[in-house]
């Protein structure tokens, strides 16, 4: 186990020790950041099979871009947490700020709390699970991958998204702009119980009490029709 | 009574023929008009500004034997790999889908021989340009369309794009005739489909986030490379301002010139400032935080000439940029097309439907047949041809102003034509010891 108290040392030269790592085989594996007191950037642009666990709670873009890593944030999460992740998995004990997994192109993550406003914003591929809930502009022109939430959702789910999926289990308070509710498919039911096992969910909720939620596509080609829609 | 002389037709300066004619497009349609390009209508501009040249006070410098350097250094203040170019004139920023590949790479290339940089677009890097290009700056925009991390690393320097001269608070626009199969999986998009990119970024606001998000940056690429922050001609003293409290290496300044892929006729004209305005504005703010130089100043929007490019250096910027222009010289709105333009509804030097994917020129394409009209070696050489004449003639501007480096024009070297260009350049009107608007703020 590395550990790495960020009271005695700068946070540049933890993130300078886990990026010399890329392309490396190394049986550093295990990493411990200790007191992170809210450090902004803590474990960004990781590109190694590692494990990192962050014992305390995070500032803003914490696990930013990561590849390959599993960072396990022992406490809650900044703005942006895990924003523009292409693989590995960002898991946050707590709850996660705004943006959480803004742009992110892979990989999951998952919030065992809830997550702020603007979860998911224009997600790109990547995977999330909140076992919270959600708040306002979720999944906001959300392109693709999948969102799953075991609690509700706030006003305006889902505005102008693309072909992401988007699962909720509870209330949703209102839905975007071209954003309506679909059919439960045999495939969902398949993808949820795997995303459920994997987000670490899979006691707390049973694939079939969701309801799914997508792009009704009516707003993909500009039309003079709809300008009272956006 | 018909002897009586009869008062002649009188058009409107209204309503001119022009604005009648929109009214009456608008009328049948039912939606404004979209279009590529910068602002078409007359600014006050560099062609206000003149140089006065060397006389008794000032000696000349030879133009065939005395060196003028034009070399410039980007992101000295923090990067640990600050950028050097030959000449202060780089490439802006242009997308892979609203240009070619044959384009982007031709624009690689010409920078390339001519020492300078070129940038990215809102699609992501290609292969064409990184390949063929010794210095490329990635931006990066709101819609974050194919952004990751190793890309970051092989970029020379990253732009965090805030906004755009031609739309200063607009986001972007790719009509779905010219997303293709490779542009719209660089864009994880469906085929075919409207593409918008974000007016803000998803996971910042304000410039106390900025300044976060630019340490998340450095933090990823280890402090390397130079972090650019581009913004239109808005409120060029805070955004300077702001830009530079938020940790930026450089400030990118676009005025109202500035040329885009498409948006709303209606924003580029109506929307921004001309660069002339903003380039005193922003020189102020780096001086009053005591950055000027420190932290460098690229400007762009309507850089034609060396006249242009030393004028905007002798105002204080540390380099420019051309988009329009260096389309230009790879063969947009080139005569030769002029029976294609016609066919279009338009004419060469006017074209501006470069949203529309149908450019006979094959530059604003992603259509094969149209885009193998550009041969990149070819249109590589003409840029290049183009970025060193433009530095020739800026050169020949400064010796005879008596500067051995192009950094060294002062706005004491320029004076202006009209009142509205001494205020906004803030050097006097010819002839006279005035700059109006001095007592005032800026």
Known sequence: METFDLVAAPLRSLNAALHSLKGQETNRTEWEVLNPRGAHAVATGVDAPVEIRVRGSTGYYCGGMNKQATIRIEGSAGPGVAENMMSGAVIIEGDASQYAGATGRGGLLVVKGSAASRCGISMKGIDIVVHGNIGHMSAFMAQSGRLVVLGDAGEALGDSLYEALIFVRGSVKSLGADCVEKEMRPEHFEMLEDLLRRGEADGKARPEEFRRYGSARRLYTFSIDNASSY | ?442
Not at chain 2, 282 to 307: C, F, N, P, T
Request: hydrophobic share 40%; glycine share 12%; proline share 6%.
């Open chain 2, 1 to 442: 009574m018909s002897d009586f002389p009869r008062t002649p037709p009188r058009f409107s300066a209204t309503f001119t023929p022009a604005v009648n004619a929109e009214i009456r497009r608008a009328a049948a349609t039912g939606i404004y008009d979209i279009r590529g390009g910068g602002t078409k209508r007359s600014l006050p501009h560099f062609d206000d500004l003149l140089f006065l040249g060397a006389s008794i006070s000032r000696y000349p410098l030879e133009g065939y034997r005395e060196s003028c350097s034009t070399d410039v250094w980007l992101g000295t203040r923090h990067a640990k790999k600050p950028i050097h170019l030959a000449i202060p004139v780089t490439i802006a920023g242009m997308s892979f889908g609203a240009l070619s590949g044959q384009a982007k790479e031709a624009l690689g290339r010409g920078a390339t021989a001519a020492g300078t940089s070129t940038t990215t677009g809102d699609g992501g890097m290609t292969e064409e340009e990184r390949g063929h290009s010794k210095t490329l700056v990635y931006q990066y925009l709101p819609s974050r369309y194919g952004m990751n991390p190793d890309d970051l690393r092989r970029a020379d320097a990253i732009e965090i794009v805030v906004g755009q001269g031609a739309k200063p608070g607009g986001g972007g626009m790719l009509l779905g005739q010219k997303i293709s199969d490779r542009v719209a999986e660089m864009r994880d998009l469906p085929k075919g489909i409207d593409q918008r990119s974000a007016c803000r970024h998803p996971d910042w606001t304000g410039p106390d986030d900025l300044e976060i998000k630019i340490l998340e940056l450095r933090e990823i690429t280890d402090w390397e490379k130079p972090i650019y922050v581009k913004v239109g001609g808005s409120r060029p003293y805070y955004d300077t301002a702001l830009a530079v409290k938020a940790g930026a290496d450089v400030v990118v300044l676009d005025g109202m010139q500035g040329g885009t892929a498409a948006t709303q006729d209606v924003f580029i004209e109506h929307v921004g400032m001309p660069i002339l305005a903003c380039i005193p504005q922003a020189v102020k703010a780096l001086q009053d935080l005591g950055m000027h130089r420190e932290v460098q100043l690229i400007v762009s929007g309507g850089i034609r000439s060396g006249a242009d490019v030393a004028k905007a250096l002798a105002l204080g910027a540390d380099a420019v940029a051309i988009g329009t222009a260096a389309l230009i010289a790879l063969g947009d709105n080139d005569p030769k097309w002029e029976a294609e333009y016609q066919a279009l509804g338009s004419t060469a030097g006017a074209y501006d439907d470069w949203h529309e994917g149908r450019d006979p020129a094959g530059i604003t394409t992603q259509d094969p047949e149209l885009a193998a009209r550009l041969d990149p070696v070819l249109g590589g050489r003409r840029l290049s041809n183009y970025l060193k004449v433009m530095t020739l003639e800026a050169q020949t501007i400064a010796r005879a102003c008596g500067k051995s480096s192009l950094r060294n024009l002062e706005p004491e070297d320029l004076v202006a034509l009209t009142i509205e260009a001494a205020a906004m350049a803030g050097v006097p009107l010819a002839g006279t010891d005035w700059i109006p608007g001095r007592s005032g703020r800026f």
